[in-house]
């Protein structure tokens, strides 16, 4: 599926800004199964500089620093990327046996994975997590099934209620009054999993939403997204992150679904802000964002035999015109 992305961040502070330095997280993954085409990244004021680089875990981050007053700042990129078709393979691997594997062993070889087993700052590990946890993880169970059912049970169990949380509440305080939004349920289900032994990470994107039966869909309405993924080693070299989505329970590889874009990883979303920074001045601000996901149309493409048997029917498309531009301009009106 071929999908375009718009992201638009404004903050607007008072007093002014005087200095500012940046860094985003806004540029999706181009990885062997999801495909960048496309990214650009304006800032408003023009940056004294800006440059990109890839962090520990693979993303794209992006610094810019602005050295002008400024009332407001506008942060607008825009991407088009190709996602697949999702699958979920079968694995046998029992979680006992992933959990063994990451615990601490003089001499054992290094697994990148290990990282994800230790708590961070929003997904640690708890005692309380292990509890919630513990029912879906039966003795002898796999650990793929295991992991799934914690993600049916949060989808259950859990209330999606937006404004009920803030950025910054700590997972802990969601799991006890058992609500809040995306990045919380991610967060719940990567402690969860920590709390048992097992790597899991924070993803960050965004989902292709479609508006209700006969409504238009509004530019700037969707949000970024949150899931989470659990590592499982049986499975092939490149598949062992399994993604969990368990506001929306859905689960597969290279993510829940075709219509999910990936934008980074990380332990928790401290890692993947879409934007933080360091200002001088601004003692008050309010900040605005919309984000719009839409799908793009591929071009039509007529076999060769078909094309000879329009134009000797007298379809001439003319000079520097192709039968496609003709037909199709290449994109769905939202």
Not at 10 to 36: C, D, G, R
Not at 151 to 171: C, G, K, L, W
Not at 211 to 234: C, E, F, I, M, N
């Amino acid at each position: 599926m071929r999908l375009q992305i718009t992201h638009e961040t404004v903050y607007s502070y008072k007093p002014a800004v005087e200095t500012a330095q940046h860094m985003a997280y806004l540029t999706p993954l181009n990885s062997a199964s999801q495909t960048l085409l496309s990214h650009s990244l304006q800032v408003d004021p023009e940056p004294a500089q800006i440059s990109s680089t890839q962090d520990v875990f693979g993303n794209t981050r992006s610094f810019f620093s602005l050295q002008v007053a400024h009332n407001k700042l506008q942060v607008l990129a825009t991407s088009q990327v190709l996602t697949q078709a999702v699958r979920l393979s079968a694995s046998e691997v029992a979680w006992e046996t992933v959990r063994e594997r990451f615990r601490y062993q003089a001499g054992a070889s290094f697994d990148a994975a290990n990282e994800f087993v230790f708590g961070s700052h929003m997904a640690p590990r708890h005692a309380e997590f292990a509890v919630y946890a513990r029912p879906s993880f039966t003795a002898g169970a796999g650990l793929l099934t295991a992991a799934l059912d914690l993600m049916h049970r949060i989808y259950r169990d859990f209330t999606y209620e937006s404004q009920s949380t803030q950025v910054n509440t700590p997972a802990l305080e969601a799991l006890a009054q058992r609500k809040g939004v995306c990045q919380d349920f991610a967060h719940i289900l990567i402690a969860c999993l920590r709390s048992m032994g097992l790597p899991a990470r924070y993803v960050s994107g965004y989902l292709l939403t479609l508006p209700a039966p006969g409504t238009v869909k509004l530019r700037g309405s969707d949000a970024s997204h949150a899931w989470a993924a659990v590592y499982v080693p049986d499975l092939p070299e490149g598949e062992q992150w399994v993604d969990l989505d368990p506001t929306n329970d859905r689960a597969g590889w290279p993510s829940p679904g075709e219509d999910y874009v990936t934008l980074a990883v990380g332990r928790d979303f401290s890692d993947v802000s879409p934007i933080r920074g360091v200002i001088h001045g601004g003692a008050s601000h309010t900040l605005k964002v919309g984000v719009t996901v839409e799908p793009v149309a591929e071009p039509m493409v007529l076999p060769r035999q078909t094309q000879s048997q329009m134009q000797s029917q007298g379809q001439d498309f003319g000079p520097g015109q192709s039968q496609n531009q003709s037909q199709n301009s290449g994109y769905d009106k939202p």
